[in-house]
């Protein structure tokens, strides 16, 4: 029998805008969902890999560059939709080391994803190391909570 949702998180809350992931994770935690399991990625997402088997769905929940969107806006899109916007460090090297889009196309390549995988992003304004989250990502954190409680029912 598969888990649920795995609700994995990415980002460096010390880097303003980057600490997204860390705030959606925390909030979900204060009012935890049965059958949600929350895994904080911090900035080594390549543990993605080794947390991502035996779910039956994936949410990933990042700071992210989509060039077009307004800055603080939040994208909610099934990662393999060939509509989805493309993210700025899709195909390079990231913060986190390895992209995001890297991992999972390692793990699709290798059978280890789930059958649903979305991302849950707020488009980043800033993420000097040592700022503040801006007021515009921090008003996406209730949103993303909200659509990944609606993706858990």
């Given at each position: 029998?598969?888990?649920?949702?795995?609700?994995?998180?990415?980002?460096?809350?010390?880097?303003?805008?980057?600490?997204?992931?860390?705030?959606?994770?925390?909030?979900?935690?204060?009012?935890?969902l049965s059958g949600?399991?929350?895994?904080?990625?911090?900035?080594?997402?390549?543990?993605?890999?080794?947390?991502?088997?035996?779910?039956?769905?994936?949410?990933?929940?990042?700071?992210?560059?989509?060039?077009?969107?307004?800055?603080g806006s939040l994208?909610?899109?099934?990662?393999?939709?060939?509509?989805?916007?493309?993210?700025?460090?899709?195909?390079?090297?990231?913060?986190?080391?390895?992209?995001?889009?890297?991992?999972?196309?390692?793990?699709?390549?290798?059978?280890?994803?789930?059958?649903?995988?979305?991302?849950?992003?707020?488009?980043?304004?800033?993420?000097?190391?040592?700022?503040?989250?801006?007021?515009?990502?921090?008003?996406?954190?209730?949103?993303?909570?909200?659509?990944?409680?609606?993706?858990?029912?």
């Open positions: 029998m598969k888990k649920p949702i795995l609700i994995a998180t990415c980002g460096n809350p010390d880097a303003g805008d980057d600490g997204f992931g860390h705030a959606v994770a925390d909030s979900l935690r204060t009012d935890a949600i399991t929350v895994t904080e990625l911090g900035i080594r997402s390549a543990d993605l890999l080794e947390n991502a088997q035996g779910y039956a769905a994936l949410i990933i929940v990042d700071a992210v560059c989509c060039p077009g969107e307004k800055p994208i909610d899109v099934d990662w393999f939709d060939p509509a989805r916007p493309v993210l700025k460090s899709e195909a390079a090297l990231s913060t986190h080391g390895i992209s995001i889009g890297q991992q999972l196309d390692l793990a699709q390549s290798l059978g280890m994803l789930p059958p649903v995988v979305r991302l849950v992003g707020a488009n980043i304004v800033q993420v000097d190391i040592g700022s503040l989250m801006t007021k515009a990502v921090q008003r996406c954190i209730s949103n993303a909570v909200r659509l990944i409680r609606q993706h858990a029912l």
